[in-house]
C-alpha cells in the first residue's frame, strides 16, 4: 500500500513538473523552480536527452554557460545523431568563444538534416564573420530554403562583400514586411549613399528619402545624422553637414570622428579657425588621433601660425616615427 501511494505521489509531482516546465512566465522564481524540478527528474534518470536539453536551455539563458555545456555534452554523447542538441551545442559552445566545435556541431547537424533552418543559419551566420570563401554560396542556399528571407547579419556580411545587388534584394524582401524597421531603412540609405566605384546604386534622392524617414521614425537614434552628415559631406554640402553633425553631438557629444569631419568641413568652406577649433575638440576626446594632429598642422601653416603648425607635426611623429607627412612639414 505504501510503495503504491509513494508511486502515486511520484507520478503527480511529475505532472506538476512538466506544468511548471510548459509554463511561459520567465521569471526568475519560475526559473528557479524548473532548474529545481529538472534537476530533481535528472537524478531519477540521468540520460533522459530531453530533460538535459531543458536545463541546459536555461542555463544557456541565464548566461551559465559552462553548466549548459555540461549538460548538452552529456545529451550529445548519449545522442550524436540529434539535430536539436547540434544546434544547441553550436550555440552554447558559440557563446563561449569556442566556434570551432560550433562549426562541427552546426556541420554535423547539416549532414544529418540539410533543411534544418536553424543550423543552417547559425553555419552561415558563423563562416560569414569569419570571411570564409563559402559564406556567399551559404547565404544562397539559404536563401533557396527561406523564400528569400535571410538576416541582417547576413545581409551586412553581402554589403562586406560588395556584393550590393544581392544586397538590395535582400532588404527589400524584408521592408515589405517591416517597412519601419530601422536597421532595414539604416542599412537601404547607406547603400543609396555610398560613393564607392563598384556601388552602382548610388542615388542621392532615395538616400535622403531613407535618411529622413529614419529621423522621422526615430528622432533620437545617433548614427543617422552622422550617415546624413558624412553623405552630405561626400556630396560637398558641407554647410548642410554641419548642421547634421552639430544635431549628432547634441546626442553624442563624445565622438572624436564627427568633430573631425566638421573640421573638414569647415576647412572647405575656408572657416580656418573654426576648422582649427573643431579639430582641437576632436584632439581634446583622443589625444593619439595622428589624423586630427595633422589636418590642425596643415591649417595653422596656411594661417601663418608655423610654431604651432611645427609642434603638431612633432606630436605626428611622436605617434608614427616614420610619417612622411610630418618629416615633409618639419622640413620646409
Known sequence: MIKRLLSVYKIIYVLCVFTLLGCTNTSQNNHASSLDSLSFLITQDSENISYLKKRADIYYNNNEFDLAKNDIETAYHLFKNDVDILFQRGEIYYALNQTRISKESWERCLKINPNHIDCRQKLTELLCIVRSPRCSAMIDTLSLLSNGLISIPLII???????????????????????DNKEILSLLSVIHSDTSFQNKHFDISLAETY??????LYPNDIQVYYNFGKHKQNILEYETALKLYHQNLKLDPSNKQTYYNMGFCAMQLKHYEQAINYFTESIALDNSFLLAYHARAYLYELIDDLDKAKSDWKTCLMLSPSYIPALQGLSK
Not at 211 to 216: L, V
Request: aromatic share 14%; charged share 30%.
Open 211 to 216: 535618411f529622413n524617414k529614419i529621423i522621422d
Open 157 to 179: 556580411a553581402l554589403k562586406d562583400l560588395k556584393e550590393y545587388d544581392s544586397v538590395l534584394f535582400f532588404l527589400n524582401k524584408l521592408k515589405n514586411m517591416q517597412p
